[in-house]
């Protein structure tokens, strides 16, 4: 079930009505744990079985790593708990890459394999609910959390519907306690729900659908285009993806303060930031700080010398990549940003980086806006490994870059990439000087009703005539 899509608002007029008239945490927990499931069946009810495994094995587990002191035993319950869930993960997202991978090598070598493709579906959002879910187990065998011991509040935490499918990745110690606590939504919480809720429907389906539909033309026949019109439609994915996935985090985060739920920022305007490493501070950040708690610090951190902590940043980096997608251009576009990082960690030393611009005259602009124009562009070349469906692909868009052919059509792509690029900044700007991602309630409130309104009616029209898009992160 896509947010942006008639069927989703039907959903939600019936979800939130009842959530407001039950009364007692037992019954909204239960009522949200069927609406979550209800919404995710919509895609694949066959699916839910996967969610509901991980969810028995790793509450059992969390009971038992709780009440274990022999390490041994602790440990062997943890593997339990990761080889259930990274073991589904393996079979449904990475099975055939695998195996296609074995079959190109072995057909080079001139043998058939082909008995090893399976037709393997996909599950929406599974990448997001296991690195949820395991995060659950690994904090209670680390004894930083105690398990909760209801069953049904467990269930919510795995499945909650705002960001099942595409994230924010929470934490068990910051959502158990909010869903352990549900009860009426503050008026604070409800107006910064609709202000979210607008902003993310406004980036979601008049910049980041409006761009993927042109981004989908140039890449689904670049052969077609010319060198401006490539970079245009590489540029317009960067917007894409970043109106998509921050527009869904704002729905989520939304609809969830309408629940009386808070859930954590995943975007912090990562386009304004000044090197790789706040990038990476700012992007996707949900994911980025599980990585580290969970894997970077898990290798050793930057604990073990300046050599390994290159190595260990390369390799979270890498398998991050592997986590967005099963195929190699991911993997490059890790091993991409893992090399950007190791680098300028190498650069800065022990240095600390700054979170955003610290204003002490004129050069201190200058160089922070040489820092967010140098960002940028590594971050494009990485958007393509990204973006591009093979290898043959990505080096066709470098080699139409290398060998720059004009078009007539230049100045028209130049305006598109203008005019979506503006909004973004726009927005972006009135977020990083306001530091507030509900920067439209600082207004009186007749004004701030009346923007919500507006742009709420520009979007349902918008929605009346076009289908859907799905949103990108769905496929991972």
Same mark, same amino acid.
């Given at each position: 079930?896509?947010?942006?899509?008639?069927?989703?608002?039907?959903f /939600?007029?019936?979800?939130?009505?009842?959530?407001?008239?039950?009364?007692?945490?037992?019954?909204?927990?239960s009522?949200?744990?069927?609406?979550?499931?209800?919404?995710?069946?919509?895609?694949?009810?066959?699916?839910?079985s996967?969610?509901?495994?991980?969810t028995?094995?790793?509450?059992?587990?969390?009971?038992?790593?709780?009440?274990?002191?022999?390490?041994?035993?602790?440990?062997?319950?943890?593997?339990?708990s990761?080889?259930?869930?990274? =073991?589904?993960?393996?079979?449904?997202?990475?099975?055939?890459?695998?195996?296609?991978?074995?079959?190109?090598?072995?057909?080079?070598?001139?043998?058939?394999?082909?008995?090893?493709?399976?037709?393997?579906i996909?599950? #929406?959002?599974?990448?997001?609910?296991?690195?949820?879910?395991?995060?659950?187990?690994?904090?209670?065998?680390?004894?930083?959390?105690?398990?909760?011991?209801?069953?049904?509040?467990?269930?919510?935490? #795995?499945?909650?519907?705002?960001?099942l499918?595409? =994230?924010?990745?929470?934490?068990?110690?910051?959502?158990?306690?909010?869903?352990a606590?549900?009860?009426?939504?503050?008026?604070?919480?409800?107006?910064?729900? /609709?202000?979210?809720?607008?902003?993310?429907?406004?980036?979601?389906?008049?910049? =980041?659908?409006?761009?993927g539909?042109?981004?989908d033309?140039?890449? %689904?026949?670049?052969?077609?285009?010319?060198?401006?019109?490539?970079l245009?439609?590489?540029?317009?994915f960067?917007?894409?993806i970043?109106?998509?996935?921050?527009?869904?985090?704002?729905?989520?985060? %939304?609809?969830?303060?309408?629940?009386?739920?808070?859930?954590?920022?995943?975007?912090e305007?990562?386009?304004?930031?000044?090197?790789?490493?706040?990038?990476?501070?700012?992007?996707?950040?949900?994911?980025?700080?599980?990585?580290?708690d969970?894997?970077?610090?898990?290798?050793?951190?930057?604990r073990?010398?300046?050599?390994?902590?290159?190595?260990?940043?390369?390799?979270?980096?890498?398998? %991050?990549?592997?986590?967005?997608?099963?195929?190699?251009t991911? #993997?490059?576009? %890790?091993?991409?940003?893992?090399?950007?990082?190791?680098?300028?960690k190498?650069?800065?030393?022990?240095?600390?980086?700054?979170?955003?611009?610290?204003?002490? =005259?004129?050069?201190?602009?200058v160089?922070?806006?040489?820092? #967010?124009?140098?960002t940028?562009?590594?971050?494009?070349?990485?958007?393509?490994?990204?973006?591009?469906?093979?290898?043959?692909?990505?080096?066709?868009?470098?080699?139409?870059?290398?060998?720059?052919?004009?078009?007539?059509?230049?100045?028209?792509?130049?305006?598109?990439? /203008?005019?979506?690029?503006?909004?973004?900044?726009?927005l972006?700007?009135?977020?990083?000087?306001?530091r507030?991602?509900?920067w439209?309630?600082?207004?009186?409130?007749?004004?701030?009703?009346?923007?919500?309104?507006?742009v709420m009616?520009?979007?349902? /029209?918008?929605?009346?005539?076009?289908?859907?898009?799905?949103?990108?992160?769905?496929?991972?």
């Amino acid at each position: 079930m896509f947010f942006n899509s008639f069927i989703f608002f039907i959903f /939600l007029a019936i979800v939130l009505p009842v959530f407001y008239l039950l009364r007692g945490q037992r019954q909204k927990a239960s009522w949200l744990l069927i609406a979550s499931y209800v919404f995710y069946s919509y895609w694949d009810w066959r699916f839910c079985s996967l969610l509901l495994i991980s969810t028995v094995v790793d509450f059992f587990v969390g009971r038992a790593l709780h009440a274990a002191d022999d390490e041994t035993r602790r440990k062997r319950l943890l593997w339990v708990s990761c080889a259930v869930n990274l =073991g589904i993960l393996a079979v449904f997202k990475y099975f055939n890459f695998f195996a296609a991978s074995i079959q190109e090598t072995a057909a080079s070598m001139g043998m058939n394999v082909d008995f090893l493709h399976l037709n393997i579906i996909l599950p #929406v959002g599974i990448s997001f609910y296991t690195f949820q879910t395991m995060s659950y187990t690994i904090d209670i065998y680390r004894r930083k959390l105690e398990p909760t011991h209801s069953f049904i509040d467990f269930a919510l935490f #795995v499945s909650f519907f705002p960001q099942l499918v595409a =994230g924010p990745i929470e934490r068990a110690r910051n959502l158990l306690p909010e869903i352990a606590r549900l009860g009426k939504p503050t008026r604070t919480q409800v107006s910064e729900g /609709l202000a979210l809720l607008t902003v993310g429907f406004f980036k979601k389906v008049l910049i =980041g659908d409006a761009c993927g539909r042109i981004v989908d033309h140039i890449f %689904g026949q670049p052969e077609l285009y010319k060198s401006p019109e490539l970079l245009a439609g590489l540029i317009l994915f960067s917007i894409q993806i970043y109106a998509d996935f921050s527009g869904y985090s704002n729905i989520a985060r %939304g609809l969830a303060k309408l629940l009386g739920i808070e859930l954590m920022k995943n975007f912090e305007q990562p386009y304004l930031s000044a090197n790789i490493t706040e990038f990476w501070r700012r992007w996707h950040i949900s994911l980025s700080s599980w990585l580290r708690d969970y894997l970077y610090i898990s290798l050793g951190g930057n604990r073990r010398g300046n050599g390994r902590t290159y190595i260990n940043l390369l390799t979270t980096m890498l398998l %991050g990549g592997l986590w967005h997608g099963a195929a190699w251009t991911f #993997v490059v576009w %890790g091993g991409l940003h893992g090399l950007y990082l190791a680098v300028h960690k190498m650069v800065i030393g022990d240095r600390k980086v700054a979170d955003r611009l610290a204003y002490t =005259g004129p050069a201190s602009a200058v160089k922070w806006v040489g820092g #967010v124009i140098g960002t940028n562009l590594i971050v494009l070349l990485t958007w393509l490994f990204f973006r591009a469906a093979d290898f043959d692909q990505a080096w066709y868009f470098l080699d139409q870059f290398a060998h720059w052919q004009g078009s007539e059509l230049s100045g028209r792509f130049l305006g598109i990439v /203008l005019s979506f690029g503006g909004m973004m900044v726009f927005l972006d700007c009135l977020e990083y000087f306001t530091r507030s991602h509900v920067w439209v309630l600082k207004l009186r409130p007749a004004a701030a009703a009346g923007i919500c309104t507006a742009v709420m009616i520009v979007v349902l /029209l918008f929605m009346a005539t076009v289908e859907p898009m799905p949103f990108v992160y769905f496929q991972f």
